[in-house]
């Protein structure tokens, strides 16, 4: 089992660096987080069979985290697709996301298949959904005025889990999702200098002060934007002031053991 990073860059991709998304691959169940870039490519870029997909959970409706959606369907359907795929976002989002795929007739044509959505409530903590492999329960965090979920997944049965911050200012309902958990992938989408640059985003300094405050043993650094991606090790020092634990900078397609 293992997860792996499908983009990490923010909403402006770079040469190198697609936009922030997420697979974790389970037992019997790969579970795909955000729906940036061209998703079957990048799923097999990362070794995974986009048939085998089984759930996909939008944390916001962000054109860069979502707007891979109907590419995604419209290839699962002409990849020969027969079983549902379940979607879950944020209950003001059900609609929206309906909407998206209903605007190129991907739930009603010929072959299409079932992809039922899912309203979760923000409630910090709550449960979204439980695999095989995965108990995965989300809170709200901060990012503007747009709705948003941060996600943790612990894995089944074992005592570990990873949190995911999605896009987010530092706020406390990260660092109680993310208490107990082995590992925090946190956005940074720039270096401390430019805090503020766009708003309800984080820096890399204050992704490290999440990190310690959670108490977490290992910080991951995504969601970087482009700008920046020739300051990844300095990005990482910065974080490096405020948390002791391991600290990387996320890596495209590599497999992160679970």
């Known amino acids: 089992m293992h997860f792996v990073f499908l983009g990490t860059s923010g909403a402006i991709p770079g ?70 795929l379940p979607l879950f976002c944020r209950a003001e989002h059900v609609d929206a996301l309906a909407g998206l795929l209903d605007l190129f007739d991907l739930r009603t044509r010929k072959h299409s298949f079932p992809t039922p959505i899912h309203g979760v409530e923000p409630r910090e903590g709550i449960e979204v959904l439980r695999t095989d492999s995965f108990v995965v329960s989300a809170s709200p965090n901060a990012h503007g005025r747009m709705p948003n979920l941060a996600l943790r997944f612990d894995v089944s049965p074992r005592a570990h889990a990873v949190v995911y911050s999605s896009d987010t ?69 910065e974080a490096r002031a405020h948390f002791n634990g391991v600290i990387e900078v996320a890596e495209e397609f590599r497999p992160y053991p679970l």
């Not at 037992?27 to 996909?56: C, F, M, N, T, Y």
């Not at 707007?67 to 699962?76: D, E, F, V």
């Open 15 to 84: 040469a190198a660096r697609d936009t922030t998304s997420l697979a974790f691959v389970g037992r019997s169940e790969v579970l795909l987080v955000d729906v940036g870039g061209s998703p079957v490519q990048k799923l097999r870029a990362a070794g995974i069979d986009p048939l085998g997909l089984s759930h996909v959970l939008i944390t916001h409706i962000h054109p860069d985290h979502a707007y891979g959606l109907p590419a995604l369907i419209q290839n699962l359907i002409l990849l020969g697709r027969t079983a549902a």
């Open 169 to 237: 200012e530092p706020c406390d309902e990260v660092v109680r999702l993310a208490r107990g958990a082995d590992a925090l992938i946190h956005e940074a989408t720039f270096p401390d200098r430019d805090r503020g640059r766009f708003g309800a985003h984080s820096t890399a300094g204050e992704a490290g002060q999440i990190a310690a405050r959670a108490g977490v043993r290992r910080l991951i650094l995504c969601h970087i934007e482009a700008d920046y991606h020739g300051e990844l090790p300095s990005l990482a020092a």
